[in-house]
């Protein structure tokens, strides 16, 4: 090799054609000669003569140019099908560290640029290219049992190269042993020779902005690719480049990259609404959002709200506290929502304030939640005249893990569903649960006396007098939960979980839309003769419907006892058989009715409660020829012919919005989409694509800077710059800090936790007439208004 190195230094460019090098090697048939050597060849040839790369070589740099022999001591070897250049100066060593690379990986090593000197005007004047495996690691873990593993073996192989007079780069040195074994099958794992293409990257970035996990973003590229081995990427390389992209995006930091989205979108609708609360050392502790659409759904449908704070969503250990509704369709929505740093009573009472100031003041009439004490008293301070109620199925899911040590278990547990679930009025079910208590000597059960002298909160008897929309905390939130699990995870940022919920938001109203269209749309064959059958399916949705047929063929399991007559008032005795457990029960019911004014009422009170005629109403009904449901008793929510303002309000996207780049890579796509459907029927057709695509790729390389490491690949879709999406607005005049993670509380690692009830300083913020936090001071920032601890952007 150095008699090869010597001859290669008085070679010149002159005496070369285009794409094949002439070189002596002192006489010889060279047919033998091991394909590594050719490859030392190639690579000493490319420095010295200062060559690009054409085209995509069709040969590695190590095999023999096949069908060629040579003769009378010369041989001809293909530069990697390179072009000679005989004017080019290249402004850094980025073409010679890619030679040398694409050497170490046929040979199984590891390269790197070790050193480099540049001129006064910055021009690259010396480089060193050393073997990976160069050096000695000096450990730096504090604990020598455990040092860190290390690829250095103090391997001496290395180039060196200088820039000449001319512009032309010259071999000064070459050392080519090495002191370790090298396996080309292996080196695609050292992180020199892993790449991630343009189109990949874009693939990969679409998905992450979808909310797609990168596993199931990178086993796809696996198998499109044939396998493993035929990737230049690890699936850690994905996920390092989609963690610094992130790291781009909120390049000012997680809580100031917030507010200024939340600027941006406000600034896209201007009845975006949020709200920011700081401590006092500026760091961010509670956020709460409303976008424009949510807000108009709210007027629409929020009149009962359901609020949990159980599940975890991101880095910060914030427990995701959303405020979830039902609309017309009876599919969950999302009204608003806000990480908080604590739930303690402070942290609830500033949200609630903030969803208050949202809606104009207009606080719901009916609010579900857990058994949480700290939300038991933001709400009885927030929002007074609120109906609270806790969550039935929650209670009920307890009650085996508190009862479960008693002899009579089975016997009690099956005593207090009765009393629970069968208890028509409130006296009904108080002297029932006396006597259990009593029977069963309970007396001594502390969480069943707290449950009792709470019993205005979760037993139906007591709360079926106010409308709730036939909803539970858990049951309504356990399903937006299970939905965002396929959009965030517990290592989430508070940016992208923003946008995450976003993307949430469009997936609820396509959810909406298409229940619209199967609403207006779709009919159905009545299973009965009445004509209330027919009235409702052409004024309630579908999912209504469906509920007021069940009752309507629910009927046939009620049976008329008795009734009373005071002038036009008449009182009905209904019994009902149904089957609890596998036993028949049978319960009794009584049904009041006006025929002056055909009021109606029954103590079941399932109007009431969920807005549509319990079976006992239609009973009667239909035995007073009454065909037809009264119009005052269908609610307006759940009608399908009233047109809602929220419809007509689309989502602001930010996260969708695509560059110049984005959009002309969309384009393409779209057009190549096109051409592979033309072309996909024949060979011959294929071959005529194929040649184009060559000759267009051919044209286009000629445009572009030898690819490296760094660089686009000209054989790849044109890779995209990477901007701040939030750059096109001002920074916020207030730098806020990132949250502190938040102390958890006995808290599992998992999505979903047990709230503080099931497991075992902030300053009351006021708001101005206008929706304003009131402060002592005002920033300077374009409609902000607040202290230091909190900012609310309201309009």
Not at 30 to 51: I, K, Q, R, Y
Not at 52 to 68: A, D, F, L, N, S
Not at 630 to 647: A, F, P, S
Request: aromatic fraction near 12%; proline fraction near 3%.
């Amino acid at each position: 090799m150095e008699e090869m190195s010597e001859a290669l230094k008085g070679v010149d460019a002159s005496e070369l054609s285009q794409g094949v090098l002439d070189l002596g090697y002192g006489g010889g048939e060279l047919d033998g000669a091991p394909s590594d050597l050719w490859g030392e060849v190639v690579l000493t040839a490319c420095f010295v003569l200062n060559m690009v790369p054409h085209k995509k070589p069709k040969i590695t740099p190590v095999e023999v140019w096949k069908g060629y022999k040579p003769n009378l001591g010369y041989f001809k070897v293909w530069g990697c099908f390179a072009f000679v250049s005989h004017t080019r100066v290249f402004p850094d060593a980025g073409d010679d560290v890619v030679y040398y690379r694409e050497y170490g990986k046929q040979l199984g090593i590891p390269v790197r640029k070790r050193t480099s000197q540049k001129g006064d005007e910055g021009e690259l004047k010396y480089v060193t290219i050393s073997c990976g495996q160069e050096g000695k690691y000096k450990s730096k873990s504090g604990n020598v049992l455990k040092p860190h593993p290390s690829i250095k073996t103090g391997c001496k192989a290395r180039v060196r190269a200088g820039i000449l007079l001319d512009g032309r780069w010259q071999i000064n040195s070459i050392k080519l042993d090495h002191n370790h074994d090298m396996s080309p099958t292996k080196a695609r794992y050292f992180q020199c020779h892993r790449t991630i293409s343009s189109y990949v990257k874009r693939r990969i970035e679409l998905n992450d902005k979808a909310g797609v996990r990168l596993n199931k973003s990178y086993n796809p590229l696996v198998v499109e690719a044939g396998g493993h081995e035929n990737i230049s990427f690890l699936e850690k390389d994905c996920r390092n480049y989609i963690e610094n992209l992130r790291r781009l995006r909120l390049g000012e930091g997680d809580a100031t990259a917030i507010q200024t989205y939340f600027l941006n979108m406000q600034a896209r609708n201007s009845n975006f609404f949020y709200a920011i609360d700081l401590d006092q050392d500026g760091r961010l502790r509670n956020v709460f959002w409303v976008d424009a659409r949510s807000r108009a759904v709210y007027e629409e449908f929020g009149d009962v709200v359901t609020f949990d704070t159980t599940y975890l969503t991101n880095k910060y250990d914030m427990p995701f506290a959303p405020f979830v509704g039902v609309n017309h369709h009876r599919q969950s929505i999302l009204l608003g929502c806000g990480p908080i740093s604590s739930e303690d009573t402070d942290a609830f009472i500033w949200l609630f304030k903030s969803g208050l100031a949202c809606m104009h003041e207009h606080a719901p009439r009916g609010i579900i939640t857990d058994q949480d004490k700290a939300m038991k008293n933001a709400i009885e301070i927030i929002f007074p005249n609120t109906r609270h109620c806790w969550c039935l199925w929650h209670i009920m899911n307890k009650f085996p893990s508190k009862l479960n040590h008693y002899k009579q278990y089975e016997a009690i547990m099956y005593a207090l569903q009765s009393i629970v679930y069968g208890s028509l009025e409130k006296v009904e079910f108080e002297e029932g649960w006396d006597e259990i208590i009593e029977k069963y000597d309970l007396q001594d059960n502390e969480w069943l006396v707290g449950l009792y002298n709470e019993r205005q909160h979760w037993v139906p008897c007591f709360v079926k007098d106010s409308f709730w929309a036939r909803m539970s905390t858990t049951q309504r939130n356990e399903s937006v939960n299970a939905f965002f699990d396929d959009h965030v995870n517990s290592k989430t940022t508070l940016k992208q979980f923003v946008e995450q919920y976003e993307n949430a938001l469009k997936v609820k109203v396509q959810m909406e839309k298409q229940e619209d269209f199967k609403s207006s749309s779709i009919g159905f064959d009545c299973g009965t003769h009445y004509n209330m059958e027919k009235q409702a399916q052409e004024v309630y949705t579908i999912s209504k419907y469906k509920e007021f047929h069940d009752e309507l063929i629910g009927k046939m399991y009620c049976d008329y006892l008795s009734h009373k007559v005071n002038g036009a008032n008449f009182e009905y005795q209904i019994s009902e058989d149904f089957m609890m457990e596998g036993k028949k029960e049978r319960l009794y019911f009584k049904v009041w009715l006006n025929e002056d004014d055909n009021e109606v009422r029954c103590n079941c009170r399932m109007f009431e409660f969920r807005g549509i005629l319990c079976r006992h109403t239609i009973y009667v009904f239909i035995r007073h020829n009454i065909d037809l449901i009264l119009e005052k008793y269908i609610m307006r929510r759940w009608r399908k012919d009233v047109k809602r303002c929220h419809t007509r309000i689309e989502i602001n996207s930010e996260s969708c919005s695509l560059t110049p780049e984005a959009q002309g890579c969309h384009k393409m796509q779209k057009a190549f989409d096109e051409i592979k459907e033309l072309a996909n029927d024949y060979d011959n057709k294929c071959m005529i694509v194929m040649t184009w695509m060559d000759n267009v790729k051919e044209e286009l390389s000629k445009h572009n800077v030898f690819y490296g490491s760094d660089q686009p690949n000209p054989q790849s879709p044109i890779g995209r710059n990477i901007e701040n999406d939030v750059s096109s607005i001002p920074n916020p005049s207030q730098c806020i800090l990132t949250p502190l993670a938040a102390r958890k509380k006995g808290r599992p690692p998992f999505k979903r936790r047990k709230s503080q009830s099931e497991q075992a300083d902030l300053q009351l913020t006021e708001f101005d007439d206008t929706g304003h936090i009131v402060g002592s001071s005002t920033s300077k920032g374009d409609g902000v208004v607040g202290t230091q601890e909190s900012i609310t952007m309201q309009v």
